[in-house]
Nanobody
């Protein structure tokens, strides 16, 4: 089986920074796209950022220039560096990974979610 373990959420003041991490473990053969979604109360889950296995990144317009997604393939880990945080960034953040298992099956896996609250 495969598990994604997130860390790094919390409470931060507007203008502050946080770094989220998400580590994949288990019977992994290969990891393709890695990314982050977020869901605020009353809203649908929305894409924040994605990074391909080749390192190509894509960001949602509201976070461009403030958030940076990166990956460490040796550690099977994806990061989300969030700077200049705004109250509207408050949400539960979920990581996802498109993973091919050693059994050669391939699908998306999700983390448990981590709360990010931006408030003074």
């Amino acid at each position: 089986q495969v598990q994604l373990l997130e860390s790094g959420g919390g409470l931060v003041q507007p203008g502050g920074s946080l770094r989220l991490s998400c580590a994949a473990s288990g019977s992994i053969f290969s990891i393709y796209d890695l990314g982050w979604y977020r869901q605020a109360p009353g809203n649908e889950r929305e894409l924040v950022a994605v990074i391909t296995s080749g390192g190509i990144t894509n960001y949602a317009d509201p976070v461009k220039g403030r958030f940076t997604i990166s990956r460490d393939n040796a550690k099977n880990t994806v990061y989300l560096q969030m700077n200049t945080l705004k109250p509207e960034d408050t949400a539960v953040y979920y990581c996802y990974a498109n993973i091919e298992r050693t059994s050669r099956t391939r699908r998306n896996y999700w983390g448990q979610g981590t709360q990010v609250t931006v408030s003074s």
